[in-house]
């Protein structure tokens, strides 16, 4: 089924581990995102990409970089894990303006990544 | 400053009432959409509904519709004839502008329960 693939689904690190988040689509979207969810909070946007060739950072990008290997791939990477990270992570994707703009973003299922 | 604000942390509604979730919004950008979704226990996030800010008439999906108040900035769900399956958070976001970027930003949610 066409959407947004983001492995793993759950996660646990210890403080100061690496990993990386990965995210796939197979939409042909230009643009990709990555959200963090915390309790009570909603979704804050920690970087995207509009195009291929292009991330910039969003709201809450500290302790976090970001790879957009090709059109579909765009991945997550915490090099240094905090408790603070704990969190769910959202990848999304979408087309560029002008053309869905009334269907939002598409969502992966999200990570659930606990540091310890 | 908040740029979405949803003011009720949790609502109940009675099966096969009407329900309605408030949204307010803070934008200067005269071109602008706003989004509804919905996040079920599993996790993932479903788009409900868009209203475009140059939009006439009020959007509708079904069950859902947008009560769009321009002058008063808001832009709150209603659901009408609930289900227990709308049980389930919901999001309102928006997206300012037409740059390439397309980002959504997301209001704190709002926590619906149907009682049977």
């Known amino acids: 089924n066409a959407g947004v693939t983001q492995t793993p689904k759950f996660q646990v690190l210890k403080t100061g581990q690496s990993m990386t988040l990965q995210c796939a689509q197979d939409?042909?979207?230009?643009?990709m995102y990555w959200y963090r969810q915390d309790p009570g909070m909603g979704l804050r946007l920690i970087y995207y990409?509009?195009?291929?060739?292009?991330?910039d950072k969003g709201e809450v990008p500290n302790g976090y970089n970001v790879s957009r290997l090709n059109k579909r791939e765009f991945s997550l990477r915490l090099e240094s894990a905090a408790p603070s990270q704990t969190s769910v992570y959202f990848c999304?994707?979408?087309?560029?303006?002008?053309?869905?703009?009334?269907?939002?973003?598409?969502f992966g299922s999200g990570t659930r990544l606990t540091v310890v | 400053a908040q740029k979405i604000t949803q003011t009720q942390p949790g609502m109940f509604v009675q099966e096969k009432e009407a329900v309605t979730l408030d949204c307010t919004y803070d934008?200067?950008?005269?071109?602008?959409?706003l989004f509804w979704y919905k996040q079920p226990s599993s996790g993932e996030m479903i788009f409900l509904i868009y209203?475009?800010?140059?939009?006439?008439q009020n959007a509708t999906e079904g069950r859902y519709s947008l009560n769009f108040q321009k002058a008063r900035k808001s832009a709150n769900l209603v659901i009408s004839a609930s289900q227990l399956g709308d049980s389930a958070m919901y999001f309102c976001?928006?997206?300012?502008?037409?740059?390439?970027?397309?980002?959504?930003?997301f209001g704190s949610g709002t926590r619906l329960l149907v009682r049977p």
């Open positions: 976001a928006m997206r300012e502008g037409r740059d390439s970027s397309y980002k959504l930003i």
């Open positions: 209203q475009g800010s140059y939009d006439q």
């Open positions: 999304a994707s979408s087309e560029a303006f002008g053309q869905s703009w009334d269907y939002g973003y598409t």
């Open positions: 990409s509009a195009s291929e060739g292009t991330t």
């Open positions: 934008t200067s950008d005269p071109s602008y959409g």
């Open positions: 939409m042909n979207h230009n643009s």
